[in-house]
């Protein structure tokens, strides 16, 4: 259909739990749903909640994707 992808970011707990619901993601949205999980540099690698990332460690994320001006 043309549709841009839906694109959540979130942390390392969120996208455990939101992988498991995509597929009903997708069927909602009627388009392609991806769940982006972010690694929190910034608190050394052990926090995995999606209220402390920072935005540098979203940037990060944002910029591994294969299509940045899509975001």
Known sequence: NGALP???L???YGAA???RRV???QQRAHV???IVAVAN???GGTTAVT???TGKDVM???SGSDEPSRW
């Open 23 to 25: 597929e009903v993601l």
């Open 6 to 8: 839906i694109r959540i």
């Open 17 to 19: 739990v939101l992988n």
């Open 10 to 12: 979130t942390g390392e």
């Open 41 to 43: 540099a910034y608190f």
């Open 32 to 34: 392609p749903v991806e």
């Open 51 to 53: 209220g402390l990332l």
């Open 60 to 62: 990060l994320a944002m």
